[in-house]
């Protein structure tokens, strides 16, 4: 085998290991936090571990969504669980975008495709997404878990975030600003 055969059998075995996936641009220069983009990069594989899941590995669970007894999926959960989706809607109407979330695989090609601007909106964007996804799914874990009831301020708690990691940006700075006038 020549060189360049080798790199070329190479080159599709790992294509093959790590296929590319259409919403990489997401994770791409996300300001979010570390552990954020962690969650968010299992979400965006379909490998948090929701209820359906545990149950098809054979784990006796209550498959119920905690906050509305439909099945637990993760295309109920981000965004055709009302619960959260109204969350997600409040931070989209922070970064000023008027949009009605939709479940999670639709949710995740529009997310994708608005993040592919270079524009600061694009920016925050993709992080909101990240940010919001850890905040949510830590919050479920809270009622399934049975450590807490309710809904408490999280859309605050996800601008909050967003705003101290995106000031250290003298480019997002301005806008950052004027989303809090
Ligand atoms: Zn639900």
Wanted: one cysteine or more.
């Amino acid at each position: 085998m020549t060189g360049k055969t080798i790199q070329k059998k190479v080159y599709l075995l790992l294509k093959e290991e790590y296929p590319v996936v259409y919403w990489r641009q997401t994770l791409f220069q996300n300001m979010a936090r570390p552990r954020a983009l962690f969650i968010f990069w299992l979400a965006c594989h379909c490998r948090l571990a929701t209820k359906d899941r545990l149950h098809k590995f054979g784990l006796t669970v209550d498959v119920h969504c905690c906050f509305c007894h439909r099945v637990e999926t993760i295309n109920h959960l981000f965004f055709g669980c009302d619960e959260l989706k109204v969350i997600w809607q409040r931070v989209l109407r922070w970064l000023q975008i008027d949009h009605i979330p939709k479940e999670w695989n639709d949710e995740l090609r529009w997310i994708t495709r608005l993040s592919k601007g270079k524009g600061w909106r694009a920016q925050l964007l993709k992080s909101a997404a990240a940010e919001t996804i850890y905040y949510l799914w830590n919050y479920r874990n809270d009622v399934c878990f049975g450590n807490r009831v309710h809904n408490t301020k999280i859309e605050e708690e996800i601008i909050n975030t967003i705003v101290y990691r995106g000031w250290r940006s003298p480019k997002l700075r301005e806008h950052i600003a004027q989303l809090l006038i």
